[in-house]
């Protein structure tokens, strides 16, 4: 996965756990996530880095069935080399040797013979997330025989 090169475009990642935990749209399991990688990395901390954990500077990124069927049949999902973009890659100002970022998405264990929709969602502060407009997720199909 890779998100679009958005010209100027400058994201306000999460750093407050408490925002993170009353956000009624997150996905429960990318706030388990978030909070492990933050009790991993920075909770014991001085105040500035758990104020402004660096592991946290990112986009996060949640893959997951569009459909309750769906959900049932895309097996558990894995991310390489992290569970998002990193926010020191932005903004994109066309910049000479500028390597966009990408998330390898890993399906572990779908079920064999059956579609399944995917959607994959990006997550920071100010992404608006669209589904009739495609804003903030894509959409694919997966089929393994």
Request: glycine share 6%; aromatic share 14%; with cysteine.
């Amino acid at each position: 996965m890779k998100l679009n090169r958005i010209f100027g475009w400058q994201p306000y990642p999460y750093f407050d756990m408490n925002e993170i935990d009353a956000h009624s749209e997150m996905p429960k399991d990318l706030k388990h996530h978030i909070r492990k990688t933050y009790e991993e990395n920075c909770a014991n901390g001085t105040i500035e880095i758990q104020q402004r954990c660096p592991q946290l500077n990112m986009i996060w990124l949640h893959c997951d069935g569009e459909t309750d069927p769906d959900k049932e049949n895309i097996g558990s999902v894995t991310y390489t080399p992290y569970r998002g973009f990193p926010a020191y890659f932005y903004p994109y100002y066309n910049q000479l040797g500028y390597l966009q970022p990408i998330v390898m998405v890993q399906l572990k264990d779908p079920t064999p013979g059956v579609l399944v929709n995917i959607q994959c969602t990006a997550w920071a502060k100010f992404i608006e997330h669209n589904t009739q407009k495609m804003r903030g997720s894509i959409h694919t199909e997966f089929l393994m025989d």
